[in-house]
């Protein structure tokens, strides 16, 4: 089955510690993203990506940082610098088009940050 | 002015009636509109996808599109308890690749 994999489902951070969350995706979709949900709270846009070796911040960036090495993966990084990581992390991915009838995002099951 | 925006509710309905969502989005050239549904806990599940005005129809569920006036909606028909859920809408504007949300509106179907 195509779909995207988030891992781990729940994730604990110790003071001063990075931590990658990972994102898997064999729906050959061009575009990923990765958004942070706090609760009761909408999506926000974290980074995005639309081609391998590239990428791009989205409105909250500061103290995350993302790869693109493979059009199948997009992990990211909570950095030491997030000093507010506890939150729903979810990832999503698409294929964008020019015209008209954009498919929709897919989401994964999305991992949970906690501190400890 | 939030590009998008949807009132938070909560918005409460008896089983079997029909439960009206609502989305406006700012003015900027808009190309795709969805509407994803969000259990407690889970990620955002797709449930319409609507790209020209006037109306999609999916089973209980039925997309209303007015790009004029800017708005997006989602009527549920025949509300069951498993409706219970914050609905999401997503706007893409033309030439973006960014997916722009609302902060959600809960529905609760009361049995």
């Known amino acids: 089955d195509g779909g995207i994999t988030q891992s781990p489902k729940y994730l604990f951070r110790k003071e001063g510690q990075n931590v990658t969350l990972s994102c898997e995706q064999n729906?050959?979709?061009?575009?990923m993203y990765w958004y942070r949900q706090d609760p009761g709270q909408g999506l926000r846009l974290i980074y995005y990506s639309q081609i391998v070796n590239d990428f791009q911040k989205g409105d909250i960036a500061e103290g995350y940082s993302v790869s693109r090495e493979k059009k199948e993966s997009f992990p990211l990084t909570v950095t030491s610098a997030q000093k507010n990581p506890t939150a729903f992390y979810l990832c999503?991915?698409?294929?964008?088009?020019?015209?008209?009838?954009?498919?929709?995002?897919?989401f994964g099951d999305g991992t949970r940050l906690s501190i400890l | 002015q939030k590009e998008v925006e949807q009132n938070s509710g909560p918005l409460s309905v008896p089983e079997g009636a029909i439960a009206s969502l609502n989305c406006t989005y700012s003015?900027?050239?808009?190309?795709?509109f969805f509407w994803y549904r969000q259990y407690s806990g889970k990620s955002p599940e797709l449930i319409m996808s609507?790209?020209?005005?006037g109306d999609k129809e999916d089973g209980r569920f039925t997309a209303q599109l007015n790009k004029a006036s800017q708005y997006v909606s989602l009527l549920i028909r025949d509300s069951q308890p498993s409706d219970s859920a914050t609905y999401l809408c997503a706007v893409l504007f033309w030439g973006g690749n960014q997916f722009y949300f609302g902060t959600g509106t809960s529905l609760t179907v009361i049995p």
């Open positions: 999503a991915s698409t294929n964008l088009k020019t015209g008209m009838g954009n498919q929709p995002q897919h």
């Open positions: 003015d900027r050239v808009s190309q795709s």
């Open positions: 609507i790209y020209s005005n």
């Open positions: 729906l050959n979709h061009d575009a």
